[in-house]
């Protein structure tokens, strides 16, 4: 039996191919991409467990962020508290330092008619609350800024402490009758160191601090002048002679009507007579020096006392008394002298007497040059 016949499919030609791979193309694009299905089970958890940690971590550095802002504000308000309250607490002390000077010099001036018992009894009591101030000063909260400043604060009152305490010490001989040379250049040393404590205060201490507070930007009040010397004329009392009249006035002697002062006349080292305006030669085994004293005042003056320095050795001698109008030697020998060629300096004080207005008479400086005879 005869199969039936096998039927070719129909060829195609090569451009329906084409035809058929671009429809094929075109309907792939149009159809729609499947969304991607969200992992389930642990994997899904994991996930959500990354997502919170990470925001929570956001947050912990968020409120970081706001804890170390706030603390550091803090800190500031405290720093710029803590320069307000020092600069305050030191300015009352310096305030309160610069009214015992005042108190301490109305009391050697004799101010209120006070007499001399009266003036020590100040002036112990002046050096009783300088030394209370500076315990207060050790006391004080100091900021790290102001360590320097406040060493310097310290250092100044520690000096009117001790002044203080030496001038107390020796005022009551200063103000004697006799043998008062000694207690006046004390008082006048410690005078020294008085002024010393200004400058420490002004020239170290309150630029310090106040770089500080213009640095830091805090509102801190004025500091005040803080000086414990007279504020018109610091250095007056610097000087024995202005030192030694102030004392006289406070001695609470009497002094009698008329002028009263006291001239340095003559100075000579064996047969030559100094002069100051020159240098003058002596004999090389000069060793002794004669002061002539004049009383140009009306009244007589007794314990008159004069001093030579010499080779910064300072000797002293005390005329018994001098009447009105006369003229007294003072005897002084000199210590260790020079090699023969050697120039030297002979400075001459006569100290000036209760009443005196005018001591400017009373001191001369000498050059000397000891020959080879």
């Not at 803090?74 to 610069?98: F, H, K, P, V, W």
Request: charged share 25%; net charge negative; glycine share 10%.
């Amino acid at each position: 039996m005869r199969g039936a016949p096998f039927l070719r499919p129909p060829r195609l030609e090569s451009g329906a191919l084409a035809f058929l791979d671009e429809e094929e193309q075109i309907a792939a694009a149009d159809e729609p991409e499947r969304p991607r299905r969200e992992p389930a089970g642990p994997e899904r958890r994991r996930r959500q467990f990354l997502v919170r940690r990470l925001i929570a971590v956001g947050v912990g550095v968020a409120f970081l962020i706001l804890v170390v802002i706030a603390f550091r504000g803090c800190l500031e308000a405290r720093s710029d508290r803590g320069i307000r309250n020092y600069a305050q607490d030191i300015g009352t002390i310096m305030l309160e330092s610069q009214q015992r000077g005042e108190e301490f010099f109305a009391a050697l001036e004799g101010e209120g008619g006070l007499t001399e018992q009266q003036a020590e009894q100040r002036v112990a009591a002046v050096r009783g609350a300088s030394a209370t101030l500076l315990d207060r000063a050790e006391e004080v909260d100091t900021p790290g800024q102001m360590r320097d400043a406040h060493s310097a604060v310290t250092l100044a009152l520690k000096l009117r402490r001790d002044a203080l305490e030496k001038i107390a010490e020796n005022i009551g001989q200063a103000t004697a009758d006799t043998e008062r040379t000694d207690s006046i250049d004390a008082v006048t040393t410690q005078m020294g160191s008085l002024y010393a404590s200004d400058i420490l205060w002004s020239q170290l201490a309150v630029p310090e601090m106040e770089d500080v507070i213009e640095s830091e930007g805090v509102d801190a009040s004025e500091l005040p002048p803080g000086n414990f010397m007279p504020e018109d004329n610091p250095t007056e009392f610097l000087d024995k002679t202005s030192v030694t009249e102030l004392l006289n006035n406070l001695s609470g002697e009497e002094t009698t009507g008329g002028v009263h002062g006291l001239e340095l006349v003559q100075v000579d080292m064996g047969d030559v007579t100094l002069s100051p305006d020159s240098t003058t030669t002596v004999d090389s085994g000069a060793n002794e020096v004669t002061v002539q004293v004049l009383n140009g005042g009306d009244s007589e003056e007794s314990a008159v006392t004069v001093t030579i320095t010499f080779n910064g050795e300072e000797e002293t001698k005390e005329i018994v008394s001098i009447g009105p109008g006369e003229t007294a030697p003072a005897n002084i020998p000199l210590g260790t002298l020079p090699q023969p060629g050697t120039e030297a300096t002979l400075d001459v004080l006569v100290e000036p007497v209760a009443g005196e207005e005018d001591p400017t008479n009373n001191e001369a400086s000498y050059t000397i040059v000891f020959g080879s005879g």
